[in-house]
């Protein structure tokens, strides 16, 4: 089984539906992420997550919201989905660097959702 | 605030010929560089990383990369690639002080002929 799943994989849905995209992780780490691909654009930054009670808004984080349910857990949604919101999304985790040998601040991901909004 | 720029967005090369990827980044702080690689359909796996200590440094699948700090370079390069390294790669970039963000370049597309 993968260290890190996300679900659904692929999902397509309609202008102004709610959607939730959600990520779960084996590998015990405390730092979550989503990122979002464009092609042309590469990986840009969602929202974050340090651990349970700390959650950081990325570089595009307008018409998202996210939610820290346990440390294994972090869910991307879309209140309102328009069609600009239509990419390739990764959740990924990490350790601090430093934290233990095995950390090097690089970040393990998922396979991606890919979402197309109609 | 860094950034990350990947100068080439298509590199088509040849099976057994020699490739570079070229990432430049910007920092006024020291930064830890990474390459990753996305194969079709598939998450980002890490190929090598740049922490500190020697300026090349050797990943997997036979590619190595080297932090020019002069330049603020970190090019990706393998001496004979293979129909199996056509994928997507990425340069990526974190401060030092706190690797908690990572930020990404816009990608390469390596595409091998045979």
């Known amino acids: 089984d993968a260290d890190v799943t996300q679900t659904p994989r692929n999902r397509i849905t309609k202008t102004g539906k709610r959607i939730m995209l959600e990520c779960s992780q084996t590998?015990?780490?405390?730092?979550m992420y989503w990122y979002r691909q464009d092609p042309g654009l590469g990986l840009r930054l969602i929202y974050y997550?340090?651990?349970?009670?700390?959650?950081n808004k990325g570089e595009i984080s307008d018409g998202y919201s996210v939610s820290r349910q346990a440390q294994a857990k972090f869910s991307l949604s879309l209140e309102s989905a328009i069609p600009n919101q239509t990419a390739l999304y990764f959740c990924?985790?990490?350790?601090?660097f430093g934290k233990g040998v095995w950390d090097t601040g690089e970040l393990f991901f998922g396979e991606g959702s890919r979402l197309t909004v109609l | 605030a860094q950034s990350v720029t990947q100068l080439d967005s298509q590199v088509p090369v040849f099976e057994e010929a020699p490739v570079e990827l070229r990432c430049n980044y910007s920092?006024?702080?020291?930064?830890?560089l990474f390459w990753y690689v996305q194969y079709p359909n598939q998450g980002l796996q890490l190929l090598l990383k740049?922490?500190?200590?020697?300026?090349l440094v050797k990943g997997i699948n036979g590619f190595e990369a080297e932090f020019n700090k002069s330049q603020t370079s970190f090019h990706l390069r393998k001496p004979s690639v293979h129909i199996s390294d056509t994928a997507e790669y990425f340069c990526?970039?974190?401060?030092?002080?706190?690797?908690?963000?990572?930020?990404f370049g816009q990608g390469t597309t390596l595409q091998v002929k045979p």
């Open positions: 997550s340090f651990d349970v009670k700390d959650i």
């Open positions: 740049y922490l500190s200590g020697s300026t």
């Open positions: 990526a970039v974190t401060l030092s002080s706190n690797t908690g963000k990572l930020i």
């Open positions: 920092s006024s702080v020291s930064v830890y």
């Open positions: 990924a985790t990490s350790a601090p």
């Open positions: 590998k015990g780490h405390d730092r």
